[in-house]
């Protein structure tokens, strides 16, 4: 395999090189936690990144260098070498990197100031250049059957990875299996390898935006031993390792790495309604005013409206930035009426224009599509026909789409975009790009094509309001969405197992640095919740910021609050609970900000000491003060808790009655409410009953 030897070592970057196979390794030391491993036969990766954008750093369209070090604080750190094998050492990590061949282990500090181990690389071949010039672009590290593998963004399935295989690709999964459906919508090469033996966490990111797949030991050969892998279409490994020793220390320097999460307007956490039956209708927009009486009547307080496609079609097709004007005869007027009732109304739209699109020779003119091999506009299939995607490394096609948000959105009061349907499904592997002027194939940008669509998006609402901060959500995306956008789990399927287990997904997000998202509430597709679920559904989506009823039901109903007279009340009630831990809730969305925190937490990330809090629950935290117990099986009358171990012990929210951490409780369950607890001794800031000033409640 030849020795990887030293070319030059300044500026905390040190680049080898193994002349035998013309291969580049560059380590670069960016902080005490953070260290990045570049991999590739050229010198210099020419692409650049857009997911490596630490805390405010400015991330323009055409993306930063992959070398750029300016947003670093490059740390002193000892070096040291011998004839086999280079030693790096930081505050934080300490990395040994073999020479012959390439191998390298990483080890962290423990409290007593020595080094463990904590990730190795497998040590029969972890690299292309270890098996054959064939083999995909690889990275393979021992796994040890003790670890617990947490992150991988939005994927399905219980919150420990291990033993499964992933695969990083952005499709529309309408009505997925919340359990087993891979892939989803969203793409973050991220995760955090937790070590319960020596209780060590650290965290490895692959910044690469190709198809590519992550296996945690569902694959098994006996050449090799237990490991894990990485593999890529991409020509080349470009990955950080990021340091605990915790899993919240990992979890937040990832967050810090990709972008400070956005802040959003506080009405963004109060009920939004939506469905897409409205628009589908002929009487839509009677329909949506109808909407408001009724939440009016029922005294529910709504703040927001997601306005489904229809409001652009043409014979049942979804044509966007085009109105519908039998549908709304006067979008200016409805987008004010809402705005007048204090309701923002937040339209979809989408990256693709089908062939009879009214605006289609608009782009055409100036060449705004994603190609094929020949250079022609490449036709794909998109929801119910065929069309092009607009591409978003041309400088022309982002013009053009901040014009249509501004003339067909905005100047008609609507002052918010819904990013949907952009997960850019090409499958054409020769498919081209403008690439801001430099070319190039569509698949090294698929993950970041959605990012660059809602930078364009938030810029021309920005520019709109400055005032404000701009809402703006989106179905896709890749690491260091959050920066831009609120998000939430796609299009998921009515059932008590999608409720389960879309709880678990929320989660991964919370661990990979997407911190403002929910879920459709109800279920977006499949068949009618009963009353049971849909109260039971909406009674967990209150602790999430992003509380929104959506539907796309089988029998064309649509899935309201008050859908069902027999637990009106109930609903009602949750809703307002969700009103009134609106200041709390609020206060997390900016802690996000401030300070890289997830807002929805696993109960291991306040506990971590506790091994209990590992355990697969169906519990999670609501920032660090409130444990939420929600009830996801038919019929449940009785719920097992188990109560971290908080030194002050725990509140139940609604009794008042105190139970000690660390024990195991059960409780009766009604129809009322849900369980949650809250650590004994905080104060809560929640809104006061008839939700008109904030007041400050302790438990």
């Known amino acids: 395999m030849g020795n990887f030897n030293m070319l030059t070592h300044e500026s905390n970057q040190i680049m080898l090189y193994n002349q035998d196979q013309a291969i580049y390794a560059q380590i670069r030391v960016l902080e005490s936690s953070i260290i990045n491993v570049k991999i590739s036969d050229k010198k210099e990766i020419e692409l650049p990144t857009w997911t490596i954008t630490p805390a405010d750093t400015e991330l323009p369209y055409e993306g930063v260098s992959r070398n750029n070090l300016k947003p670093f604080s490059l740390p002193e750190y000892k070096f040291s070498e011998s004839d086999e094998a280079i030693t790096i050492t930081t505050a934080d990590l300490k990395l040994d990197i073999q020479k012959e061949g390439l191998y390298l282990t990483w080890f962290q500090k423990n409290a007593d100031g020595s080094f463990e181990q904590v990730m190795t690389d497998r040590r029969t071949q972890s690299y292309q250049h270890h098996i054959s010039p064939n083999q995909p672009k690889c990275h393979y590290l021992e796994r040890d059957l003790e670890d617990m593998y947490f ?75 237990y490991y894990r892998y990485y593999e890529t279409n991409s020509d080349f490994l470009d990955y950080y390792v990021v340091a605990g020793p915790q899993i919240k220390d990992v979890t937040k320097r990832f967050s810090w790495l990709t972008g400070r999460p956005t802040k959003m307007p506080a009405w963004a956490i109060s009920y939004s309604g939506s469905t897409m039956q409205y628009t589908d209708l002929p009487d839509s927009q009677e329909r949506l005013n109808g909407f408001l009486e009724q939440c009016n009547h029922h005294d529910m307080k709504v703040r927001s409206f997601h306005l489904s496609s229809g409001y652009t079609s043409i014979d049942g097709k979804r044509y966007v930035f085009n109105w519908n004007y039998d549908k709304f005869p006067d979008p200016k007027a409805f987008g004010k009426h809402f705005v007048d009732q204090g309701v923002e109304i937040v339209a979809n739209i989408k990256p693709s224009l089908m062939l009879n699109h009214p605006l289609l020779d608009e782009v055409l003119a100036f060449d705004g599509f994603i190609k094929d091999e020949h250079g022609n506009p490449l036709l794909v299939q998109f929801w119910d026909d065929e069309g092009y995607y607009l591409d978003f490394t041309n400088p022309d096609t982002i013009d053009w789409w901040k014009k249509q948000v501004k003339t067909k959105l905005l100047d008609n009061h609507i002052n918010c ?45 920005l520019a709109y309001n400055e005032e404000e901060h701009p809402y703006i959500i989106s179905r896709s995306g890749c690491a260091g969405i959050s920066k831009y956008v609120q998000t939430w789990t796609g299009d998921n399927r009515t059932s008590w197992h999608t409720l389960k287990f879309n709880n678990k997904m929320a989660l991964g997000l919370s661990l990979s640095g997407v911190y403002n998202f929910g879920h459709d509430i109800g279920g977006f597709s499949g068949p009618k919740p009963d009353p049971e679920l849909f109260l039971r559904w909406v009674q967990c989506g209150v602790f ?62 306040e506990f971590e000491e506790d091994d209990k809090t590992f355990k697969d629950s169906d519990d999670f935290m609501l920032g660090d003060k409130l444990l ?72």
Not at 419 to 432: H, L, R, T, Y
Not at 562 to 579: Q, T
Not at 634 to 650: C, S, V
């Open 417 to 461: 975009t819904w990013n949907d349907n952009n997960e850019f499904e090409v499958w054409d592997d020769k498919a081209k790009v403008h690439g801001f002027g430099k070319g190039g194939h569509f698949q090294e940008y698929r993950a970041i094509m959605p990012l660059l669509m809602v930078k364009a998006s938030r810029e021309v609402q």
């Open 628 to 699: 939420v117990c929600p009830i996801v099986e038919e019929g449940q009358t009785k719920r097992q808790i188990y109560l971290p171990k908080n030194p002050k012990g725990w509140v139940d929210y609604y009794t008042g009655e105190a139970y000690e951490g660390g024990s195991t409780i059960t409780l009766d369950v009604s129809f009322a409410n849900i369980p949650f607890f809250v650590k004994k001794g905080v104060t809560l800031p929640m809104y006061n009953d008839e939700l008109t000033e904030v007041e400050t409640k302790t438990f």
């Open 544 to 605: 999430y910021p992003r509380f929104s009823i959506h539907s796309w039901n089988d029998d064309g109903s649509v899935n309201e609050a008050w859908m069902h007279e027999e637990v009106l009340e109930e609903v009602k009630a949750a809703m307002h609970l969700h009103e009134r831990l609106n200041p709390y809730i609020q206060g997390l969305v900016e802690n996000s900000h401030d300070h890289y925190e997830p807002i929805i937490r696993p109960t291991f990330y």
């Open 151 to 225: 992150g991988l963004g939005e994927k399905s399935g219980v919150v420990d990875r291990h033993g499964r295989r992933f695969r990083m690709n952005n499709i529309d999964a309408m009505g997925y299996n919340a359990e087993t459906t891979d892939p989803l919508y969203k793409h973050i090469p991220f995760y955090i390898t937790y070590k319960p033996n020596i209780r060590q966490s650290i965290g490895i990111f692959y910044d690469d935006y190709q198809n590519s797949v992550l296996d945690f030991g569902q694959e098994l050969d006996n050449y090799h031993g």
